[in-house]
């Protein structure tokens, strides 16, 4: 197939895996839609470098207005877009925000997936157009064993996970009785300068950085006991285009391999601005210290504390190394010094330009 004619759709281009997929299929050539929502202020920002004015002739980059909670809508944009290929990057991606709004992250999560399936069936394209769920290791939750690979048995912990779980299942579904070219890329935590604010990686990156500039004073966070399996975003966007260009469609866990705790990503973006951080205390009362000054910069503040945790996810690739031969490349240590002095360069860009 001559990849110049090659067209995408994807949804949740605005987030940070939209941002980085778009980029890669721009470069590959491919025509790229995106569905992003309306929104009272801009939310185009992560993808403002590869933005192309609709008067342009030979556009390669078309966004359309969206939402997976509306069917009809998600139906006209397939049918005008004639995509080779969707990406469903598209969630309510927060899992503590999903136990504030359980019934809209399974409208958008769970049916939203059905929804664009069910397109695909409505406009006849089940041999043209091939899919991708941005499936999660949210879906093990309770941990049954580890490393976690394409046969642990699922055990969801969150209402988000359970909407998950309902997209994973109806992709699996539409699959076997449809023939749909649909995979599941089972992904464990992917993170990159580009991660949304309140995630915990990029929030503790920020913290340090606002800190190092004398912006915070102190960080505020929960769990620090739990175990993830962080890799770099811009490596595990590569790794959902390959699952679409195998023969077969199937599902394939994405990850490092490597877990580490909260607390020792602290301690990591704090050593790289420069502060050494010693733990005293244990449970809600555990707090860090700048070692050689006292003072307090990070705390536990249980109102972070979910009513369901997941403890510990560490994630086997085998299966994407020998079938696709996808592996990351960032190490964890490296993906947190480069959000830590990218977080610095954007907080220093600021306050120069306040200043000016
Ligand atoms: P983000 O939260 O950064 O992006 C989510 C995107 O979905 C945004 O573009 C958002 O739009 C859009 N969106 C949310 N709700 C709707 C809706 N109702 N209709 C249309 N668009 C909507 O997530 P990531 O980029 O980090 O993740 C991408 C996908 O991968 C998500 O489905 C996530 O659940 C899943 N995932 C992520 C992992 C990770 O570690 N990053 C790991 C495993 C799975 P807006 O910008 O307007 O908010
Ligand atoms: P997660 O990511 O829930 O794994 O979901 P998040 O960064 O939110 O939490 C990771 C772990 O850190 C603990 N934690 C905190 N989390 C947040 N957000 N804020 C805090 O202050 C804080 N303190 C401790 C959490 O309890 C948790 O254990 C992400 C999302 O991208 C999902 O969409 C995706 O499916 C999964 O990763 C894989």
Known sequence: MDLNKKVALV???TGQDGAYLAQLLLDKGYVVHGVKRRSSSFNTGRIESIYQDPHESNQRFVLHYGDMTDSTNLIRIVQQSQPDEIYNLAAQSHVQVSFETPEYTANADAIGTLRLLEAIRILGLEKKTRFYQASTSELYG????????ETTPFYPRSPYAAAKLYAYWIVVNYREAYGIHASNGILFNHESPLRGETFVTRKITRAAAAIKLGKQGRLYLGNLDAKRDWGHAREYVRGMWLMLQQDEPDDYVLATGETTPVRQFVSWAFEDIGIEL????????????????GTCLVEVDPRYFRPTEVDLLIGNPAKAHAK?????????RELCREMVLED????QTATVMKDA
């Open 324 to 332: 696709l031969g996808w592996s990351h490349e960032t190490p964890v």
């Open 344 to 347: 610095l360069k954007v907080m």
């Open 11 to 13: 949804t949740g281009i």
């Open 142 to 149: 309770l941990v049954q064993e580890v490393p976690q690979s």
């Open 278 to 293: 010693e733990w005293r205390g244990s449970g809600v009362d555990e707090k860090g210290y700048d070692r050689a000054t």
